[in-house]
């Protein structure tokens, strides 16, 4: 079975500056996605960015970029010069395109923005 | 257009009693997930359907729990004599075939007394 594991269940960050949120996660599959989602107070997901296992290149979305390494099973999500409406719960997630496509999340980071 | 609604926003309900929650997916969308978010469990897949049948129940925690959908479109997650362990965010999520991204609604939140 899939697992996926956000060792770090708070963070914080300074207006403007630089957060990385950490993910690992296993399997032994080799066609996946890999998923960030933010959950406001809303409960509302949103998805932030993905990542396709099969590309060897990092995503960037905006403000958003993560550092995939697919050997080591890590992907860690950066936000660069953090805004207040960036806090949040932060969920990482795994889907197994070969299995009915449910996502499996992690147990997600709360993270906390300094004015 | 319009994204995935869900319905009751807030439920709370005594213990042993049935509740139904509903979700509305977004049009044109044939596969449609539900979660359940809670405190000691976190984010877990409950059940997935693809048009009208659910190839996947496995996360399904036991059989109180059972869903429907009909016409491809709406869905019904029913929960039967519920319990306080049943307190939960009950999430809903559509997307089209395959291998594409899920929209979320914005949940409903049960509360077992």
């Known amino acids: 079975a899939q697992t996926v594991t956000q060792s770090q269940p708070e963070m914080s960050v300074q207006e403007a500056e630089t957060v990385t949120l950490s993910c690992t996660y296993d399997?032994?599959?080799?066609?996946?996605?890999l998923f960030w989602y933010k959950q406001p107070p809303s409960r509302q997901m949103i998805l932030v960015i993905r990542q396709e296992a099969y590309k060897q290149q990092n995503a960037t979305e905006n403000r958003f970029s993560v550092n995939f390494q697919k050997a080591a099973k890590s992907f860690s999500l950066k936000i660069s010069d953090s805004q207040l409406g960036d806090a949040a719960m932060y969920f990482c997630a795994y889907r197994n395109n070969n299995a009915g496509n449910m996502l499996t999340f992690g147990g997600g980071t709360r993270l906390m923005v300094k004015p | 257009g319009a994204g995935v609604s869900q319905s009751p926003s807030n439920k709370v309900t005594e213990k042993g009693k049935d509740v139904e929650l509903r979700c509305d997916p977004i049009s044109g969308h044939t596969a449609l997930y539900w979660y359940r978010q809670s405190l000691g469990q976190g984010l877990e897949f409950l059940i997935y359907f693809q048009g009208n049948s659910a190839p996947d129940k496995s996360g399904l925690p036991s059989d109180r729990f059972s869903a429907e959908r009909t016409g491809g479109s709406v869905s019904t997650l029913t929960i039967q004599r519920t319990q306080q362990e049943d307190s939960a965010v009950y999430l809903c999520?559509?997307?089209?075939?395959?291998?594409?991204?899920?929209?979320f609604g914005p949940g409903t939140r049960l509360t077992v007394t």
């Open positions: 999520a559509s997307s089209f075939r395959g291998p594409y991204e899920q929209y």
């Open positions: 399997t032994s599959e080799s066609d996946y996605y």
